[in-house]
T-cell receptor, first 112, second 113 residues
Framework: DQQVKQNSPSLRVQEGRISILNCDYT??????FLWYKKYPAEGPTFLIS?????DKNEDGRFTVFLNKSAKHLSLHIVPSQPGDSAVYFC???????????FGQGTELSVKP | DTEVTQTPKHLVMGMTNKKSLKCEQH?????MYWYKQKAKKPPELMFV???????INESVPSRFSPECPNSSLLNLHLHALQPEDSALYLC???FGTGIQPQHFGDGTRLSIL
């Protein structure tokens, strides 16, 4: 049973445009959500997070939106750059414990 | 540059060997984690250490044995592994186990012959 889902395995975007990556979850106990970026042969790099008491968090070109009623979060990257090309994982955790549950990942390709 | 350092980067071992994976962080984090990632799959949690005590074991087979000698170090001892254990093993750390981002190392690529 996949508790965190990223339904788009891949996404292609033109440089300078907006990239929107989506993530759905099923467990209403999740209270913290994160986005990670992963290049080949490297570990996941933390990008941005949001707690369940907020609906938006922004850091430079990256904004994460949380819709708790829909159990949906999204990552917006504006403007997209070729260096953003990587696999993006969303992850969620429930109170205490520290266990992160990851989605399957979306491979973003930003073309010049 | 990652602030979580994992060694070795690559490891090839036979099914009867004993080896250890090492992880080190100097960010003052008190929680450390082991994850396993198979090709084209997301990372899956194996173990969580909080303040040097094992707090979560995700029903991992006993051929994997974690150890946390101090707050900066985390080891994963391997013995009698199976070919299906070949994967990328990722270490992560965070300030605590609550609403804190986990920071990952670059992993050890393990191949079991």
């Amino acid at each position: 049973d996949q508790q965190v889902k990223q339904n788009s395995p891949s996404l292609r975007v033109q440089e300078g445009r907006i990239s929107i990556l989506n993530c759905d979850y099923t467990n209403s106990m999740f209270d913290y959500f994160l986005w990670y970026k992963k290049y080949p042969a490297e570990g996941p790099t933390f990008l941005i997070s949001i707690s369940s008491i907020k609906d938006k968090n922004e850091d430079g070109r990256f904004t994460v939106f949380l819709n708790k009623s829909a159990k949906h979060l999204s990552l917006h990257i504006v403007p997209s750059q070729p260096g953003d090309s990587a696999v993006y994982f969303c992850a969620a955790s429930a109170p205490q414990g520290g266990k992160l549950i990851f989605g399957q990942g979306t491979e973003l390709s930003v073309k010049p | 540059d990652t602030e979580v350092t994992q060694t070795p980067k690559h490891l090839v071992m036979g099914m009867t060997n004993k080896k250890s994976l090492k992880c080190e962080q100097h960010m003052g984090h008190r929680a450390m984690y082991w994850y396993k990632q198979k090709a084209k799959k997301p990372p899956e949690l194996m173990f969580v250490y909080s303040y040097e005590k094992l707090s979560i074991n995700e029903s991992v087979p006993s051929r994997f044995s974690p150890e946390c000698p101090n707050s900066s170090l985390l080891n994963l001892h391997l013995h009698a592994l199976q070919p299906e254990d070949s994967a990328l093993y990722l270490c992560a750390s965070s300030f605590g186990t609550g609403i804190q981002p986990q920071h990952f190392g670059d992993g050890t690529r393990l191949s079991i012959l």
